[in-house]
């Protein structure tokens, strides 16, 4: 185990704070596209708390897939507005060894067409990106010996 601390930045607007912790990230630029204004890797620093309304630059945090941009409230009194309201789904997540992703619960999966699938109680999703019905897998990890 590392004893290291691990880095992250930590930008504010004065009402929220983005904080960036770059071993997390795994560079989907996600951030970027959505919301180039604040998020601009041209840039140094990369993030502009000024290029956009609060609620604009939360809504873009939230979709970071690895959790490397987070965000939190300067008044104390709102810091737990960051937490969801209402409890959230029991979803497991397995490793299956040379296989897929194995995923267990209330599983709503959306589509970048707009399409929403509900995939209850379970879905494996392609992990060696040789599956012909992706995100899901079809099993092709045994046909060309996928090791992970």
């Keep these: 185990m590392s004893t290291e601390k691990e880095i992250q930045k930590e930008y504010t607007n004065g009402e929220i704070t983005v904080v960036w912790k770059p071993e997390t990230c795994i560079h989907s630029t996600i951030c970027w596209h959505g919301l180039i204004e604040v998020f601009d ?3 140094k620093p990369w993030v502009d708390m000024r290029g956009a309304p609060t609620e604009d630059i939360i809504q873009q945090v939230d ?3 690895s959790g490397a941009l987070s965000y939190h409230y300067n008044d104390p009194s709102r810091r737990n507005m960051t937490e969801p309201s209402e409890k959230l789904p029991n979803v497991q997540i397995e490793v299956i060894e040379n296989g897929p992703l194995r995923i267990t619960g209330d599983i709503s999966v959306h589509f ?3 399409t929403l699938q509900q995939k209850t109680p379970r879905a494996s999703f392609c992990r060696c990106g040789a599956s012909g019905n992706k995100p899901f897998c079809d099993g092709s990890h045994r046909k ?4 992970g």
């Design 41 to 43: 890797p041209r840039n």
């Design 112 to 114: 970048m067409d707009g």
């Design 144 to 147: 060309i010996g996928f090791n």
């Design 63 to 65: 979709k970071c897939p």
